[in-house]
């Protein structure tokens, strides 16, 4: 069972959410915050907290990752055909491949390339799962269908057809094929301090010990900002039902037990009045004691009215209106010397006002981003505004008289006196008012003194009135009634609060009696009740946050990382070994990282595997920062090759674009190493470099493979259309020559219809080919491959068939010269007569011609030289 297939058995026992994330591990790299947040709804969710978006998981499915196949099992993959809504691909293409060796499919970039590999990828059930396959967005909506294709495979020899549709089950026989690209090229490099190599699949639990740690950070969180204020009940606690309720409030206190307590009978009520006056009555310490309490409520109202009037007394209408004033002056001063500085020229209705300076402000601050070579204004005349991003020209001289304007002294004092101003009005307007008397505490003053309870809620609206009027005032400069005193209750408040107090000292005095203890508990549990349903809410939603942070630790013990850790190392026993690090260092070696090593180490921490290959970098640093993208890419090339050697069966391989970021010299260490592959299994290579392209053909003859080589190009009928013929530029002479043969019957069709334009343009392109074929004749006949600008090497084997007469020298000047009169830039604008189609067709039998003879005489030279030798030693052994 591969390392996949056990993930998948081992999250069957998984919660859903848990494995949720073990599939969005394997869909991609990394986990994105809407991931994150997703997994943290699904936890919670599992634990009672439910989700405002009802998000439900999607755990990890047989369908999502490679269908197990037998090693004895071989899948061959012959042809890609009829992909339907695949981007803008034309729709009846073949695409076949090369049942061994190494086929190629060649592309450019937009020739429909990519829709063939992401097909492939989905359909083969590879890693990378996150380019989305969209139909053909030139169709009309209701016509863009589903995307299709069908594949023409052989398993064991059997041929047969499977078909994949997206979004449904990919066809089990291709998984068998193994996908390398660059997005999962870095998901071989573990970029975790311990900077260790960790096999596809071992890695998805380190990934999720790391999704549990981010989901202990906001379970943290969350539980922090649950927690209820308990504070608030104290007075709530005693030795009463209700006290003992409120000492022991937790998750498991309900409602009910809440609603019992907070509930009194029309009876109840009654008899809790009746004690308490009684109490109050009999018991004069208790009365001193509720008279003090009295008089601290009315104290505190009388403190609050103190403060609150302070905030907007007479020293502080004074202060505004005198930032006000003066930012008017200067306001007005900076709007005339706007007004004179508008005059000099025709400037917009507007011009140095405050959205005018706005403007101007926003100008200087993009001019950092889109100019950082400029110090604003100074910016020039040939560069873009940054506003409108057309050239400056004259604006540029504006720009400094615009700045100039700004850096006025009237300007200046007209901003910084505005800055005062709304430096003090700010926090005036963000005060508030109000002097907290609750219900009671007014009811208890009304009580005492109606006028008073009447002159305290008035005082409050005149507060509230003023600091409206002085908001209205820093506005308008409209002061009137600004400066009328008010009539402030404090240190009538603060006098009743006084007579309280020495009521209650008189009682406290006088009173010796001793408390009726029976009675006083009967009111304290009474009372205690009318207080609780008086806060009866509140209870109610400080249990709800208890509930929730039991949920929440619940969560917490969901994520603990040791089921994780157990499961990667029972893995990591059976596919980390010294068979791996041994395959790795030979990869690493043959793709030119050789400086790079792994080792058998062992280790096991929050998920990560006991046993891990360790890298042995030069430096303690990420191999992100040490090594060079194309290291990277070749660590992943090789890494990617030692885990599908080591698998057991010898199914094919597809590379998308292997070799991006790679220099010449790593380009041919990998065309190597897939020719030496391709003698074992079927390798498929998509790719847009051409250098790259030869590279492969040249190896894989060297090593013997078959190699076949196919072009996807982009023709009326859409992307994507397959070509068994390579471009231009890859073909040997012998198909160059008859490429130009084909162009020329179209360039003689053209000239027949008179379409004189493009048949020059044809014949021009046809001489510039013309003229490549020549140089690619020199190389590959002339000079018989002993060197070749797509090989690194020289085969002096070769040199047996060259020789260079002086009629090839002339051949060979005379037909690259004639090209290059047509082929440069002054055939296209019309400075050179073109060629009539017959003497094109004429210039290119002649490079035929000489070809084939050339091809004849290094033939018969080369056999001639190779039994040179022998020849001269038989005639010397026969001399008398």
């Known amino acids: 069972m591969s390392i996949l297939q056990e993930i998948l058995v081992w999250t069957q026992g998984l919660p859903l959410w848990q494995s949720d994330a073990v599939a969005r591990l394997l869909a991609k790299q990394t986990l994105t915050a809407e991931d994150q947040d997703d997994l943290f709804a699904l936890l919670k969710a599992t634990h009672g907290i439910s989700d405002p978006k009802d998000r439900k998981p999607k755990p990890l499915t047989a369908d999502q990752i490679p269908a197990p196949v037998k090693v004895a099992t071989h899948v061959e993959l012959r042809a890609m055909k009829n992909m339907l809504h695949v981007n803008a691909i034309a729709e009846n293409q073949r695409l076949p491949f090369g049942a061994s060796g190494i086929t190629v499919i060649y592309g450019d970039n937009g020739s429909g390339k990519s829709g063939y590999s992401r097909v492939l990828k989905r359909a083969c059930r590879a890693r990378d799962q996150m380019e989305a396959i969209h139909p053909n967005a030139n169709l009309p909506t209701g016509k863009a269908g ?28 291709l998984s068998s094929l193994a996908i390398f690209d660059s997005r999962c090229a870095r998901a071989y490099l ?149 007004e004179q500085f508008k005059e000099c020229e025709n400037l917009l209705p507007g011009t140095g006002g405050e959205a005018w300076r706005d403007l101007f402000d926003a100008a200087r601050k993009f001019a950092v981003e889109s100019h950082p070579d400029k110090v604003f204004p100074e910016l020039g005349a040939d560069v873009p505004c940054p506003l409108c991003q057309q050239p400056l020209d004259e604006g540029a001289a504006r720009l400094l008289r615009f700045e100039a304007f700004i850096q006025q002294e009237a300007e200046k004092t007209s901003q910084a006196r505005r800055a005062a101003l709304y430096a003090e009005y700010k926090p005036f307007i963000a005060q508030v008012l109000t002097l907290n008397l609750d219900d009671v505490t007014h009811g208890e003053i009304e ?29 308008s400069h409209q002061w009137d009634g600004t400066d009328q005193a008010l009539i402030s209750p404090a240190a009538r408040l603060q006098a009743l609060a006084d007579k309280l107090n020495a009521e209650a000292t008189t009682l406290e005095k006088a009173s010796d009696e001793k408390a009726r203890a029976a009675l006083q508990k009967q009111f304290d549990e009474l009372d205690a009740r009318v207080r609780l349903s008086q806060v009866k809410d509140a209870v109610v939603t400080a249990v709800r946050r208890l509930i929730r942070q039991a949920r929440l630790s619940q969560c917490m013990s969901a994520i603990k990382t040791n089921s994780i850790s157990l499961k990667a190392s029972e893995l990591a026993e059976k596919v980390v070994s010294k068979e791996l690090a041994d395959a790795l260092n030979r990869e690493f070696k043959a793709l030119g990282v050789g400086t790079l090593r792994v080792s058998l180490q062992s280790r096991s921490d929050r998920g990560k595997a006991l046993h891990k290959l360790k890298l042995e970098l030069p430096q303690s640093r990420s191999p992100v920062e040490i090594l060079s993208e194309g290291e990277q890419r070749a660590v992943a090339i090789g890494s990617f090759l030692a885990e599908v050697g080591l698998n057991g069966g010898k199914d094919g391989i597809v590379f998308d674009d292997p070799v991006s970021s790679l220099d010449h010299r790593r380009r041919e260490r990998v065309a190597k190493r897939l020719a030496v592959e391709a003698a074992q299994r079927q390798v498929v290579v998509f790719t847009h470099d051409i250098y790259f392209l030869c590279l492969l053909a040249e190896e894989a003859k060297l090593a013997g493979v078959p190699v076949a080589t196919q072009s996807l190009t982009r023709r009326a009928e859409g992307f994507g259309v397959a070509d068994p013929d390579l471009p231009f530029e890859g073909k040997n002479a012998s198909k160059r020559i008859g490429a130009l043969k084909a162009q020329h019957q179209a360039i003689a069709k053209l000239h027949k219809d008179g379409e004189e334009q493009e048949h020059r343009k044809q014949t021009v392109e046809a001489y510039f080919r013309l003229r490549m074929t020549w140089e690619r004749a020199v190389e590959e006949v002339l000079l018989r491959e002993v060197i070749l600008r797509f090989r690194k090497g020289v085969e002096t084997q070769r040199l047996a068939g060259v020789v260079v007469e002086d009629d090839d020298y002339a051949q060979v000047n005379a037909g690259m010269t004639k090209c290059s009169n047509y082929a440069h830039d002054k055939a296209f604008v019309g400075g050179v007569a073109v060629p009539e189609p017959d003497e094109l067709l004429a210039d290119i039998m002649a490079l035929e011609t000489w070809r084939a003879q050339i091809d004849k005489r290094s033939g018969e030279t080369a056999k001639k030289r190779k039994a040179g030798p022998t020849v001269a030693a038989s005639a010397a052994m026969a001399a008398p």
Do not use: M
């Open 190 to 338: 573990d970029s975790e301090d311990d900077f260790s190599y960790v096999p596809y699949g071992l890695d998805v639990f380190e990934g999720l010990a790391k999704v549990c740690k981010q989901l202990k950070a906001l379970i943290d969180t969350e539980y922090a900002q649950s927690a209820p204020d308990l504070t608030a009940f104290a007075l709530l606690q005693g030795d009463t039902p209700v006290g003992k309720l409120i000492q022991t409030l937790s998750a498991r206190t309900t409602k009910v037990q809440i609603e019992e307590l907070a509930t009194l009978t029309p009876e109840g009520l009654v008899n809790h009045a009746e004690l308490g006056q009684s109490l109050k009555e009999n018991n004069p310490k208790e009365k001193a004691t509720q008279l003090r309490l009295r008089a601290r409520r009315v104290a505190a109202v009388a403190t609050n009215a103190t403060n609150k009037e302070a905030l907007v007394d007479q020293a502080v209408v004074a202060k505004l209106r005198g930032l006000a004033d003066a930012y008017r002056t200067a306001k007005a001063a900076a709007a005339l010397a706007a």
């Open 146 to 173: 589903v995307p299709e294709a069908s594949f023409e495979i052989a398993v064991n020899g059997v041929a047969r057809d499977v078909h994949w549709t997206n979004g449904k089950a990919a066809p089990p026989e």
């Open 447 to 475: 009580v005492l003194d109606s006028q008073l309870a009447a002159d305290v809620k008035a005082f409050e609206l005149a507060l509230a009135a003023r600091q409206e009027a002085l908001k209205a005032a820093v506005i």
